[in-house]
């Protein structure tokens, strides 16, 4: 195709931009950008009134990420065609990511009167109100894009999101579940769905989804641990040791499994008690004296700014635990019964399913220190209370 383009540069002007235009869109989507704004150019020289070229000249320099300038080339290019659908559409793009939320709106509810089914604009309108803040036109606008594509699994799981964020949980547990029919491996959809069943204290449907989670993800010990507490509050205490040796072979050094196994033990008035102990000290020590080989070469490499690069590692974690947010608050519920476990959990060890929206997150020492106090006692009774909905 790009040879036969080529061999219109020779012609009057029309055809060659034209031709410069095909092979403009073709070197961009070979992601030759080079070549791609060279096209362009030769494109808007030959015909400066070429709508195609000023948009494809917009491509190159939105993917530059020089925002300013991609939107005045698809103004140009409306200005010469109002009925340019891409140079609209990439304009509402290049205005989001400006943060131009208003006049992103505007393109794309023009857009929306031009193409009245296009499912994209409709979904774009929806994540600009998201953005906005308003949930219920969001919601809206998902629900015209679910009578488009009934089947799409991710719109399904964004509505789940959006009445979970509005407290309908009804709504939510709706969509997250016909979301999880439609392709039941999106840890999100899984995640919610297991802690939607752990607040309701229906723990052995709980368990169904983790046990599915540790299968996605057999490499993240906290699905394993969630799966091992879930049996422990529905009273399975036998199956709960199995699972947690089970966690101990696959993580001999996972000092939260061997918390667990030393308390079960005790309770349990098993023999592997001391044996259990034993090992406990000696990963305790082992994860002591890693952590301070990881501050003393952060020292070492951060020199004299090491205040500057404690607060990095902060924010670091504020935007992990930030994710998902409000997940992340109901998982809370879970960690009641384990917190003493926990509370000394550091970096090292994120494996923590207490804070299962993400791997290596840790969470906020006050929340640490507040559930220290409530694990005095390991009975299913004590813990009720704190898995209900807050």
């Known amino acids: 195709a790009k040879e036969i383009l080529k061999t219109f540069e020779k012609k009057d002007s029309k055809m060659k931009s034209a031709a410069a235009t095909n092979l403009s869109f073709i070197y961009f989507q070979e992601k030759d950008l080079d070549q791609a704004d060279k096209y362009a150019d030769l494109a808007m020289s030959a015909d400066r009134y070429n709508p195609a070229a000023l948009t494809n000249k917009g491509n190159t320099v939105f993917v530059k990420q020089d925002y300013e300038k991609a939107a005045e080339f698809y103004k140009e290019a409306l200005r010469n065609d109002s009925s340019c659908t891409e140079s609209l559409h990439n304009l509402g793009l290049t205005y989001k990511r400006l943060n131009h939320l208003e006049e992103a709106l505007d393109c794309f509810l023009k857009l929306h009167a031009i193409l009245k089914n296009s499912d994209q604009v409709m979904y774009q309108l929806a994540d600009i109100y998201e953005l906005m803040g308003d949930r219920q036109q969001a919601i809206k606008w998902l629900m015209q894009v679910i009578c488009v594509t009934p089947t799409d699994l991710h719109v399904l799981a964004k509505l789940g999101k959006l009445h979970s964020d509005e407290g309908d949980k009804s709504q939510a547990l709706q969509y997250y579940s016909e979301s999880f029919r439609l392709f039941p491996c999106q840890i999100d959809v899984i995640e919610w769905l297991g802690v939607h069943y752990i607040e309701s204290q229906f723990f052995e449907k709980a368990i169904q989804y983790f046990q599915r ?33 089970g966690i101990h072979r696959k993580f001999p050094e996972n000092v939260d499994c061997l918390r667990f196994l030393v308390r079960l033990s005790t309770d349990m008035d098993l023999k592997e008690v001391q044996e259990y102990a034993t090992k406990l000290k000696k990963a305790e020590k082992m994860k002591e004296i890693r952590e301070q080989k990881v501050k003393s070469g952060r020292r070492s490499t951060a020199g004299g700014r090491r205040d500057g690069s404690g607060g990095s590692a902060d924010s670091n974690h504020s935007s992990g635990s930030n994710r998902g947010e409000r997940l992340s608050a109901k998982m809370r519920s879970l960690t009641v019964s384990n917190e003493p476990y926990e509370a000394d959990s550091q970096k090292e060890l994120d494996a923590s399913y207490m804070d299962p929206l993400g791997p290596q997150v840790e969470r906020p020492k006050t929340g640490a220190k507040r559930r220290v106090e ?13 898995l209900l909905p807050e």
């Open 374 to 386: 409530d694990d005095d006692d390991f009975g299913d009774e004590e813990l009720g209370d704190d």
């Open 213 to 245: 989670a540790t299968l996605i993800q057999p490499t993240q010990v906290k699905w394993q641990l969630i799966v091992a507490s879930c049996y422990r509050k529905s009273g399975n205490y036998q199956k709960a040791l199995e699972t947690y040796k």
